[in-house]
């Protein structure tokens, strides 16, 4: 596991803590509808104020494209962290600038500040060394716990450690725990299943998975690239053509390590992309037609394979799981490995909100805070998040 600092490292007591968190939360309105990043956070925030420092806390939201977006405002996570915290959290209009730091002058030992969407200033996502110094302006130290955001190349990510004595969080340190487990003497027989929509997504993935796993279970729109690619009719199916030879190629090389590649064998079918469409199953999918979720014959003889295998690791969903009519093969996937032996973690995302969707978050190992994060760390071992902590020795 990559060595770098954690919170036991920096001098907390009387410090004034930078702290970049992912509270990049779904909203309706001003309703956070899933908070679970935000309390994935809560021990690292309640760790630093029990400390005696002052947390100064900072976050993008959404896509505001550098433009300040009232919808995105960072104002309702701050009301809602307040509730949590059961503590007064003081919010700031801006992210850095004299008003700012005013608020942080008088912010009290173990006070806690919410500054504005980070995205609202566009030298955040350029990566701005001026932006991130001004952000490492206001305080005496920078911890890390957004996990989600470590693969950005961001200001707030990469910039800042470059200027303070840093640290990663509590969740960061979770969740390097978990994924180092995928990576160095994991039990075996060891099993990844894939979905989403895209082949290119998952191409650095699947080859790195490629030479750790026993079994790669494909499913999802990808899973009909890879079908496709190897003469079997898929009706309307979603295929990237442009990647039919790269499917080959990626079944050729798993074939080569000795990895077990199971495709679906049968399919929730409809003759359109709508959540009313009307769902039927077939084996071989009829010709206009579209599969939009795995059927019972592939769940049960996938879920044969699980019971076998001593770690899991779950990625995408295996259909259209927001849509009631095509969830059935996400949610049946979901309770075998809820309810199954092996060490089990969902990598985040899409599949990570099915899971909370169905109710059976709290059976698995571990559910990764962030989709892209996960797989990047797990392609690459690394992250420039990471490696920016690591960069910094103090």
């Given at each position: 596991m990559i060595k770098i600092k954690t919170l036991g490292d920096l001098r907390l007591e009387g410090a004034t803590v930078l702290c970049r968190v992912d509270f990049n939360v779904p909203l309706?309105?001003?309703?956070?509808?899933?908070?679970?990043?935000?309390?994935?956070?809560?021990?690292?925030?309640?760790?630093?104020?029990?400390?005696?420092?002052?947390?100064?806390?900072?976050?993008?939201?959404?896509?505001?494209?550098?433009?300040?977006?009232?919808?995105?405002?960072?104002?309702?996570?701050?009301?809602?962290?307040?509730?949590?915290?059961?503590?007064?959290?003081?919010?700031?209009?801006?992210?850095?600038?004299?008003?700012?730091?005013?608020?942080?002058?008088?912010?009290?030992?173990?006070?806690?500040?919410?500054?504005?969407?980070?995205?609202?200033?566009?030298?955040?996502?350029?990566?701005?060394?001026?932006?991130?110094?001004?952000?490492?302006?206001?305080?005496?130290?920078?911890?890390?716990?957004?996990?989600?955001?470590?693969?950005?190349?961001?200001?707030?990510?990469?910039?800042?450690?470059?200027?303070?004595?840093?640290?990663?969080?509590?969740?960061?340190?979770?969740?390097?725990?978990?994924?180092?487990?995928?990576?160095?003497?994991?039990?075996?027989?060891?099993?990844?299943?894939?979905?989403?929509?895209?082949?290119?997504?998952k191409i650095g993935v699947i080859d790195s998975l490629s030479k750790r796993v026993n079994h790669l279970f494909v499913g999802g729109a990808m899973a009909y690239t890879f079908l496709a690619a190897k003469g079997e009719d898929v009706g309307a199916s979603r295929v990237e053509d442009d990647k039919l030879d790269l499917a080959n190629e990626l079944l050729a090389t798993c074939a080569e390590r000795g990895v077990e590649v199971h495709l679906p064998i049968d399919h929730i079918v409809a003759d359109r992309f709508a959540e009313d469409a009307e769902p039927s199953t077939h084996e071989a999918i009829p010709e206009g037609?579209?599969?939009?979720d795995v059927g019972p014959k592939t769940v049960a003889a996938w879920s044969e394979e699980f019971r076998t295998c001593k770690t899991l690791f779950w990625n995408g969903p295996l259909g259209v799981f927001e849509w009631d009519a095509f969830a059935g093969g996400t949610r049946s996937v979901a309770e075998v490995l809820a309810s199954g032996k092996a060490w089990t973690l969902v990598g985040g995302g899409d599949s990570a909100a099915a899971v909370a969707k169905f109710g059976l978050g709290e059976r698995m190992d571990h559910i990764s805070t962030g989709g892209g994060a996960s797989l990047e760390y797990l392609e690459n071992g690394s992250l420039v998040g990471l490696n920016a902590l690591r960069r910094k020795s103090r």
């Open positions: 309706d309105g001003t309703t956070i509808t899933d908070d679970t990043r935000i309390r994935a956070a809560l021990p690292t925030i309640q760790h630093l104020r029990d400390a005696g420092a002052r947390v100064i806390l900072m976050s993008h939201l959404g896509r505001p494209r550098g433009q300040r977006v009232a919808k995105l405002s960072m104002l309702p996570v701050a009301a809602h962290l307040a509730g949590l915290l059961d503590a007064e959290v003081v919010f700031a209009h801006d992210t850095v600038g004299d008003g700012v730091a005013e608020l942080v002058r008088e912010l009290p030992d173990k006070g806690v500040l919410v500054l504005e969407n980070l995205r609202f200033d566009p030298r955040e996502k350029s990566g701005n060394d001026d932006f991130a110094r001004a952000l490492a302006s206001l305080a005496t130290c920078y911890v890390n716990d957004a996990f989600g955001a470590m693969h950005r190349k961001h200001a707030s990510i990469t910039g800042v450690p470059k200027h303070l004595p840093s640290a990663a969080g509590l969740l960061v340190q979770a969740e390097l725990e978990s994924l180092s487990k995928l990576l160095s003497k994991t039990d075996r027989p060891f099993g990844a299943i894939l979905g989403g929509a895209k082949v290119s997504d037609t579209m599969g939009l």
